[in-house]
């Protein structure tokens, strides 16, 4: 025994093993594509599931204001140009009548095989001319209603850029420039269709906040009671004061040497005051359309 207790002295104590602690686990951020609503959807995918953030789409749209503001600016860097939108089709253009309508189309052609048109927010100009996407697309969640989707007013939209807001914020003329000018005028149009037709998710946060208020105008096909319903004339003055200084702080010529004169009026290369009327008289007016569309099909 003696023997056994001396060699167990003699022995090196053995090392404590230090308990790992546990790792903890890292949260995945997730990110919100630029401009898109902020939709939350049950494993199901129905309409009824999901649930969209009004704050979200608030945000979404005053995002949308900086790219209106700024393809305004960029296209009013160029003169009317109306050859390129009135002028005659060339023998290559197909079904298009003017070189900017041929320039959308091939443009939006490409954007489909690439998915753009996948995106619900996202509306083309020329529907007769949407391929698939040749690529593995996003799976988009199901926020608005399938029967209301469908709702686009991208014609009348055309109409209205072509006839009556380009005149009023470019300067006459004609420097021949016309492939650029026909990429600014989408640029614009994309944007401006961005903007009118998200009333469908506007529409659908409100029908789902209140449908008993919405439910009888819309059986009725009560156009004015559901255009009643929707005006916040509050709102949409916000909106148009919002839209009028960001076209004053965005649009503004820059002076590195101030003048002499410090009571000099400031040159902007968009009249603000324009800008709003822009929204007040067309893009506010347009996007009510939209909705009260999207909510005569709600129930279908």
């Known amino acids: 025994r003696s023997k056994e207790f001396k060699a167990r002295e003699t022995q090196k104590p053995r090392k404590l093993r230090k308990r790992k602690k546990p790792k903890k686990k890292k949260k995945k951020l997730r990110f919100r594509r630029s401009g898109m609503a902020k939709v939350n959807v049950s494993d199901s995918g129905t309409v009824g599931s999901s649930v969209l953030s009004l704050d979200s789409i608030r945000e979404s749209l005053i995002r949308q204001e900086d790219t209106i503001v700024f393809s305004l600016i960029g296209r009013a860097q160029f003169p009317l140009n109306s050859p390129a939108f009135e002028g005659s089709p060339s023998l290559d253009s197909a079904n298009s009548s003017s070189l900017t309508e041929f320039f959308v189309r091939e443009i939006e052609f490409l954007q489909a095989k690439v998915g753009r048109y996948e995106n619900p927010e996202e509306n083309p100009f020329f529907l007769d001319n949407i391929p698939h996407s040749v690529f593995p697309t996003h799976k988009y969640p199901t926020a608005l209603h399938p029967k209301a989707l469908s709702v686009n007013i991208n014609k009348q939209i055309w109409d209205v850029y072509f006839k009556e807001l380009l005149p009023l914020f470019v300067k006459p003329g004609d420097d021949g420039n016309y492939?650029?000018?026909?990429?600014s005028d989408l640029a614009c149009l994309q944007a401006l269709s961005r903007r009118i037709h998200y009333g469908k998710f506007v529409a659908e946060v409100k029908f789902r906040d209140a449908p008993q208020d919405y439910e009888p105008a819309i059986r009725a096909k009560d156009r004015e009671a559901l255009m009643k319903l929707l005006t916040f004339?509050?709102?949409e003055e916000?909106?148009?004061k919002r839209?009028?200084?960001k076209a004053e702080t965005f649009g503004q010529e820059v002076k590195c040497i101030s003048d002499s004169g410090d009571g000099s009026e400031k040159k902007y290369k968009v009249d603000p005051f324009l800008v709003s009327r822009i929204y007040g008289e067309w893009l506010i007016p347009l996007t009510k359309f939209?909705?009260?569309?999207?909510?005569l099909r709600r129930l279908d």
């Open 238 to 240: 916000m909106v148009k």
């Open 290 to 295: 939209v909705e009260v569309e999207y909510l």
């Open 233 to 235: 004339e509050k709102v």
């Open 179 to 183: 492939p650029s000018t026909a990429a």
């Open 243 to 245: 839209v009028q200084k």
